[in-house]
């Protein structure tokens, strides 16, 4: 369930719909709703993608100890794509978790780029909306 989850009720209506992860983006949250919706995604058997931005972020997250931790290339205040900060920030993730590069990744460079950088795995929206065709480029990559 990709959505902006701020409360219990948004992960019971996805548990209802069949999702097997929620996202917990680590900037929009204190570290009391943080913690509460990451326990309470775990209760029901959810994965929980633990999004981060900068080091900050990537502090608050490591205090959950999540098995999967998500570096977003785009800053939500000001929505820009940077894959030089993302591969700095996937740089501070220890190995031990599986991270997830997100957004911004729009051809079989990036992905080798992000590879290199530590990503284990990949979130791509907007390329695959604007070209079905590049999912095969990706996937070889």
């Known amino acids: 369930?990709?959505?902006?989850?701020?409360?219990?009720?948004?992960?019971?209506?996805?548990?209802?719909?069949?999702?097997?992860?929620?996202?917990?983006i680590v900037r929009i949250l204190n570290?009391?709703?943080?913690?509460?919706?990451?326990?309470?995604?775990e209760s029901l058997g959810l994965e929980a993608l633990?999004?981060?931005?900068?080091?900050?972020?990537?502090?608050?997250?490591?205090?959950?100890?999540?098995?999967?931790?998500?570096?977003?290339?785009?800053?939500?205040?000001?929505?820009?794509?940077?894959r030089e900060h993302q591969r700095r920030i996937l740089e501070l993730v220890p190995s031990r978790y599986i991270k997830v590069a997100e957004s911004g990744i729009d051809s079989p460079k990036a992905i080798k780029e992000l590879k290199e950088a530590g990503a284990d795995a990949f979130l791509i929206g907007t390329a695959l909306v604007k070209n079905r065709e590049l999912l095969r480029e990706l996937i070889r990559a």
């Open 50 to 82: 633990v999004e981060v931005h900068d080091e900050k972020d990537v502090e608050r997250a490591l205090s959950l100890e999540p098995k999967l931790i998500g570096v977003n290339a785009r800053d939500l205040f000001t929505l820009k794509v940077s």
């Open 1 to 24: 369930m990709k959505d902006f989850i701020v409360s219990r009720k948004q992960i019971d209506a996805g548990f209802a719909l069949g999702a097997d992860a929620v996202l917990l």
């Open 31 to 41: 570290d009391q709703e943080l913690q509460d919706l990451y326990r309470y995604a």
